[in-house]
C-alpha cells in the first residue's frame, strides 16, 4: 500500500511538475505577446505625434497659402483698377487723336480749296 501511495504521490508530483512547466510557458507567452502590445502602443504613440506634428505643419502651410492668396487677390484688384483707368486714358487719348485728325483733314480739305480758287 505504502509503494502504491507513494507511486501515485510521484505521478501527481509528475503530473504538478507538467502542469507548473505549462503555465510557466504561458505566463512567458502572455508576456511576450504583452511587450508586443507595449511596442505597438508605442509605435502607434510615435507615429500619432509625427502625424500632429505633420498636421500642424500643413495648417501653418495652408495659412501661409491663404495669407498669399490673399495678398495676390488684393494686387489682382488694384492692377484691374489701374487697367480700367488705363483704358479709359486711352479712350480719352484716342478722342482727342480723332479729334486732332477730323481738324487735320478739315483745314487740308480748306488749304486744297483755297488752292483751287488761287
Do not use: P, W, Y
Not at 507511486?7 to 512567458?28: N, W
Not at 501661409?64 to 488684393?74: F, P, Q, T, V
Amino acid at each position: 500500500i505504502e509503494n502504491v501511495g507513494f507511486e501515485q504521490l510521484l505521478e501527481d508530483a509528475a503530473q504538478l511538475r507538467e502542469a507548473i512547466s505549462d503555465e510557466e510557458k504561458g505566463v512567458t507567452k502572455l508576456r511576450d505577446d504583452l511587450d508586443q502590445v507595449k511596442d505597438a502602443c508605442v509605435s502607434l504613440s510615435a507615429r500619432a505625434r509625427n502625424e500632429s506634428v505633420a498636421l500642424s505643419a500643413a495648417k501653418q502651410e495652408a495659412a501661409e497659402l491663404a495669407g498669399k492668396r490673399e495678398a495676390s487677390a488684393l494686387q489682382l484688384t488694384k492692377r484691374q483698377a489701374a487697367l480700367v483707368l488705363l483704358m479709359a486714358k486711352q479712350e480719352e487719348v484716342q478722342g482727342i487723336l480723332k479729334g486732332l485728325h477730323e481738324k487735320a483733314a478739315s483745314e487740308g480739305a480748306e488749304v486744297e480749296q483755297q488752292e483751287q480758287r488761287a
